[in-house]
């Protein structure tokens, strides 16, 4: 029994590290603004908005996006009306998606935002909405 409770808390003790470390690098800002203000503060206050790029960073920013005060929050997604294509603001490319169903055409001024909870799906959402956001860290 004691060699069990010892594997089983340095197992916690490792995954909550690890926990640690993933959700140092993403904060949540519970301010309201549009999409190209939050981008703007984000790049004047941390690094950039967040960028989703797998199932693992999905989880990650999930657990950050549920407290947010607001239905949705912005990432770094945004949609490029002349290339007809969507993009991460650092420039990775769209791989791993998590759209929720039904979603309208693509439109020029939409950005992606992910729901704050539920199976927190990514929404295409006009610019001028305001949310609250999620910024990466160097």
Known sequence: LGY?????????????????FLSDKVILIKENKT???????CRDHYHDLVTITSLDEQKRV???????????????????????????VNDKVVRYKNWAS???????????AMEKGGEHRWK???DLNVFNF?????
Not at 66 to 82: E, I, P, Q
């Open 62 to 88: 999930e657990q950050e996006a549920r407290f947010a005060s607001t239905d949705y929050v912005w990432m770094g997604l945004h949609y490029a009306c002349t290339l007809d294509l969507w993009f991460w």
């Open 102 to 112: 039904g979603e309208p055409e693509d439109n020029c001024d939409m950005s992606g």
């Open 35 to 41: 999409w190209e203000d939050a981008l703007y503060y």
């Open 4 to 20: 069990k409770f010892m594997h089983l808390t340095n197992t916690v003790m490792r995954l909550s590290v690890h926990y640690f």
């Open 124 to 126: 295409k959402m006009t």
């Open 134 to 138: 999620l910024c990466s860290k160097p």
